[in-house]
Nanobody, 115 residues
Framework: QVQLVESGGDLVQAGGSLRLSCAAS????????MDWYRRPPGKQRELVAT???????NYADSVKGRFTISRDNAKKTVYLQMNSLTPEDTAVYLC?????????WGQGTQVTVSS
């Protein structure tokens, strides 16, 4: 059974940093793109960052210059380094990945930024 498990969410003060991780398990299929989404309280889910199997990245305008997505293919893990956090970054952060030909989602990790 394929699983994506996120970790690293926490309560942090504005201006602080967090590093999220998402590890995939349960499959030997190729992991294609890996993404981070977030769902702010009372709002729709939004794409934060994506990274292809070759390492190409793309970011939402709201996080450019503050967040960095990376991946370790050997560990089947994607990371999200978040710097200069603001209260507007408060959300449940979810990772997703295309593994083989299917799209999988993690359960999410809560990030709360206090002012």
């Amino acid at each position: 059974q394929v699983q994506l498990v996120e970790s690293g969410g926490d309560l942090v003060q504005a201006g602080g940093s967090l590093r999220l991780s998402c590890a995939a398990s349960g499959s030997n299929s190729v992991i294609n793109s890996m993404d981070w989404y977030r769902r702010p309280p009372g709002k729709q889910r939004e794409l934060v960052a994506t990274i292809t199997s070759g390492g190409s990245t793309n970011y939402a305008d709201s996080v450019k210059g503050r967040f960095t997505i990376s991946r370790d293919n050997a560990k089947k893990t994607v990371y999200l380094q978040m710097n200069s956090l603001t209260p507007e970054d408060t959300a449940v952060y979810l990772c997703s990945a295309i593994i083989g030909v299917r799209w999988y989602w993690g359960q999410g990790t809560q990030v709360t930024v206090s002012s």
